[in-house]
């Protein structure tokens, strides 16, 4: 089995929230690829419930793309503790920690009139969501402030 980068990431070092580029990749023909770990909360001391995750999730993917070029995708971790971010190019990590901040900011002021795909037709899983947790989590996450450093707190203004 491949090894996975992630996989080896010691969790039990790092300070959330915070932002860290995991890698950059080249493509044959020179193109790069960044993927980024956007950690919204402590590894194995919290957990975003599902239903929270998956509002923040719907509406992250819109809000992230309005401040940073190159998005491709935005996807939970499994273990519900924050996101990929793949992007085109490369970005320095405070300036997707902004990126992550002001998407955040947004969230947590919203009405549900401002979350996308929430119907049977656009969403895989339509009944879990919850607006009120998102907000609550991203309140919290704001208070605690987003670090550009995994390991040091470097809180992005």
């Known amino acids: 089995m491949a090894k996975v980068e992630s996989f080896t990431l010691d969790h039990t070092a790092v300070k959330a929230p915070y932002v860290r580029l995991i890698t950059v990749e080249t493509g044959p023909q020179g193109d790069k690829i960044s993927n980024y770990d956007l950690r919204l909360v402590q590894p194995n001391e919290n957990a975003i419930p599902t239903g929270g995750l998956h509002t923040i999730e719907h509406m992250l993917a819109g809000y ?4 940073l070029p190159g998005v491709i995708d935005c996807s939970p971790f499994g273990c519900r503790t924050g996101f990929h971010l793949i992007v085109w190019g490369e970005h320095d990590t405070q300036t997707v920690a902004k990126a ?12 549900w009139e401002d979350v996308p795909a929430t119907d049977i037709k656009s969403c895989g899983n339509y009944r879990d969501h919850s607006l009120f947790s998102a907000q609550e989590w991203c309140k919290k996450i704001l208070a605690e402030g ?11 203004e």
């Open 146 to 156: 987003i670090s550009s450093d995994p390991f040091e707190r470097r809180v992005v």
């Open 64 to 67: 992230i793309r309005d401040q």
């Open 100 to 111: 992550l901040k002001w998407s955040l900011e947004q969230i947590a002021k919203a009405s």
